[in-house]
């Protein structure tokens, strides 16, 4: 199993989760080319997915879907609301969409999925845990702070992807609007790189082997800057760490964790 992130930030979100011949896309907000070319160059076709899932419905989670599905009628899952906001803003989508029910694994090829709720600025927004094999691949952004429900469901992942998305200081004296600000400080923002290092830590504790930064602001956060302050709560545990490029590739490998 292995996570390959190809966008990730506010200009758009996308990665590919794949085992064996098949592959899972994790929201679609590049547009439709941008993917097809990101599934040529490692390898795949759309016709090899077997789902797209959808976190939520901001424009930078699901700008590409309604050009991608015409030519790859691919099932798509979301929560029920972004479920119900495809279906009336994405031509084509309705045939397609499926509900995820939160916390209620389901089977799609050789994945076992489970969506869990996250708390963020839309009526509903989700994270996705991957399984197969014995190996679990987590995804988890877009959200203002970290809850029990996300701890269950991100521990012990083999690989995860989570949120660094701001620093506080650079937000705080940065050039945003104070409505703005006040939105992504909030319980249903976005997660800060203080907040993430707390959150990388427990994962690490519960075995997780490699921590995966995603979602970065260009403007209130680098990625030196998030790497060094969750670089310092996983000191010596031998958890490996990555950021996700805002465009390009990052492929990490998910090896089955040892607790």
Do not use: W
Not at 19 to 27: E, Q, R
Not at 31 to 38: D, L, N
Not at 72 to 98: Q, S, W
Not at 185 to 211: P, Q, V
């Amino acid at each position: 199993m292995d996570l390959t992130v190809f966008a990730s930030g506010s200009t758009g979100n996308c990665c590919l989760i794949r085992h064996g011949g098949a592959g899972v896309l994790v929201d679609a907000g590049i547009s439709a080319r941008r993917i097809r070319t990101a599934l040529a160059e490692v390898g795949m076709t759309p016709a090899e997915l077997t789902a797209i899932l959808i976190t939520h419905e901001h424009s930078d989670h699901i700008k590409g879907l309604c050009v991608f599905l015409k030519s790859a009628p691919v099932p798509v899952y979301a929560p029920e609301t972004v479920a119900a906001y495809l279906c009336r803003t994405v031509p084509g989508a309705f045939p397609l969409v499926r509900v995820i029910e939160p916390e209620t694994p389901l089977r799609e090829g050789p994945f076992e999925i489970t969506a869990f709720p996250t708390p963020h600025d839309t009526p509903q927004s989700a994270g996705y845990r991957l399984s197969a094999e014995g190996s679990s691949i987590a995804v988890c952004t877009d959200t203002g702070c970290v809850t029990e429900v996300m701890r269950r469901h991100l521990r012990g992942a083999d690989v995860a992807l989570i949120e660094a998305n701001h620093d506080v200081e650079m937000l705080k004296t940065g050039p945003y609007p104070p409505y703005l600000k006040r939105r992504i400080l909030s319980d249903r923002g976005h997660l800060s790189n203080d907040d993430c290092a707390l959150l990388a830590s427990e994962l690490s504790a519960s075995g997780t082997r490699h921590i995966v930064l995603g979602h970065l602001s260009r403007e209130n956060n680098a990625p030196a800057v998030a790497r060094r302050a969750v670089s310092r709560a996983l000191e010596g545990t031998g958890t490996a760490l990555s950021v996700a490029p805002e465009a390009g590739f990052l492929r990490v490998e998910a090896e089955p964790c040892c607790v």
